[in-house]
Nanobody
Framework: QVQLLESGGGLVQAGGSLELSCAAS????????MEWHRQAPGQERELVAR???????TYADSVKGRVTISSDIAKTTVSLQMNGLKPEDTGVYYC????WGKGRYFWGQGTQVTVSS
């Protein structure tokens, strides 16, 4: 059973930085995308950033210019560097990997990010 293990969440003041990391417990075949999503209290889960196996990157408008996603498909790791954090960035952050080979997403358990004003 593949597990995605996130780390790096925590409490930070507004304007601060955090780096989230995610690693798979075993290899995932035919990765198409590696992603970070977040879910704020009372809100739906939303995409924060996505990188494809071809290197294309997409960011949510709300985080553009403040976050950077990086990945190593061969090692099945993905990171999210977040700078200039705002209270509205508070939420549980999940990494996700979509595998063409398995035809499904794999999800991590989530890591809490709290930004105080």
């Amino acid at each position: 059973q593949v597990q995605l293990l996130e780390s790096g969440g925590g409490l930070v003041q507004a304007g601060g930085s955090l780096e989230l990391s995610c690693a798979a417990s075993q290899s995932i075949p035919s990765i198409h995308t590696m992603e970070w999503h977040r879910q704020a209290p009372g809100q739906e889960r939303e995409l924060v950033a996505r990188v494809t196996s071809g290197g294309s990157i997409t960011y949510a408008d709300s985080v553009k210019g403040r976050v950077t996603i990086s990945s190593d498909i061969a090692k099945t790791t993905v990171s999210l560097q977040m700078n200039g954090l705002k209270p509205e960035d508070t939420g549980v952050y999940y990494c996700a990997v979509y595998s063409w080979g398995k035809g499904r997403y794999f999800w991590g358990q989530g890591t809490q990010v709290t930004v105080s004003s």
